[in-house]
């Protein structure tokens, strides 16, 4: 799959997108990732922070809203950025750009880096590791949530005659690779590679891995988002804090 069919995928989902960011429930953002991803961020005040592949801008303005100096936003998809700019607050800013080529960003600019739900998306990750760590201050730190492995590998559940959900069937995990979905009526390519293809990639480019989390429900955020209760039995996304050290 070449880069323009990659970015006609997300031309063709980014109104969709928009439309559930701002104005669905986005139970596995609201429910589910955002308090471990905030809590990785840790206090943002005063902060530079890069998101890589910001989508429509909604983590930039909780940020931005939460103090941070200044907060870029980078995302192939013009549509996107063009959502995200419309609801600009002032210290956040949005350009296209491929995140897996940050040549126009000087070395050691920022203090922090979040990639949210974007590397899996990349057909290159670690393109987007070396340049991230090359942008980065020593002790600066990239917080990556992405889909899980043993999600992204089939992703499936098999179900019963009557539709009940069984289990998933982990198959293909060494296969690493393209996977095709369909999200929102949309056909979407992203790639699906193992664990320690992922932790390996991370040490390569020279990052210390503080923390891995795999979020899941408490029994809190359950009885408020119920639509929400497989993430207690399979594990769709991962966390990984990473220092420059
Ligand atoms: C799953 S969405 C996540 C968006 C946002 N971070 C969020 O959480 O709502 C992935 C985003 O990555 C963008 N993207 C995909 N490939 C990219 C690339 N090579 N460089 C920059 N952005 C990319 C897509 O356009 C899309 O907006």
């Known amino acids: 799959m070449n880069r323009n069919n990659l970015e006609r995928e997300w031309h063709e989902l980014s109104m969709p997108w928009i439309k559930e960011a701002r104005e669905g429930r986005n139970p ?16 943002v005040e005063g902060l530079k922070i890069l998101d890589c592949g910001c989508g429509e801008g909604r983590f930039c303005r909780i940020l931005a809203d939460k103090g941070a100096e200044y907060v870029l936003g980078l995302d192939l998809c013009e549509a996107m950025i063009e ?19 940050l040549s126009f960003i000087e ?7 979040v990639s949210y739900l974007n590397q899996c998306d990349l057909p ?5 590791n070396r340049e991230v760590f090359r942008i980065l201050r020593a002790g600066g730190r990239l917080i990556v949530a992405n889909l899980h492995p043993m999600l992204s590998a089939v992703g499936k559940w098999y179900r019963t005659d009557k539709g009940e959900k069984q289990h998933v069937i982990l198959d293909r995990y060494f296969d690493e690779g393209e996977r095709h979905w369909k999200i929102m009526g949309v056909e979407l390519t992203n790639f699906h590679r193992s664990l320690s293809t992922y932790t390996s990639g991370f040490l390569n480019a020279g990052f210390s891995i503080e923390a891995i989390t795999e979020p ?15 993430e207690l039995r399979v594990p769709n996304f991962i966390i990984y804090t990473l220092t420059k050290t």
Request: net charge negative; proline share 3%.
């Open 28 to 43: 596995t953002r609201t429910g589910l990732l955002d308090k471990p991803m905030l809590e990785a961020c840790g206090n």
């Open 83 to 101: 959502a995200a700019a419309e609801l600009q607050s002032g210290n956040d800013v949005y350009r296209v750009a491929n995140v897996q080529d």
């Open 107 to 113: 070395d050691e600019a920022f203090d922090l880096a």
């Open 124 to 128: 290159d990750f670690e393109a987007n």
């Open 216 to 230: 899941t429900l408490s029994g809190e955020q359950l009885a408020l988002y119920p639509e929400l209760r497989d």
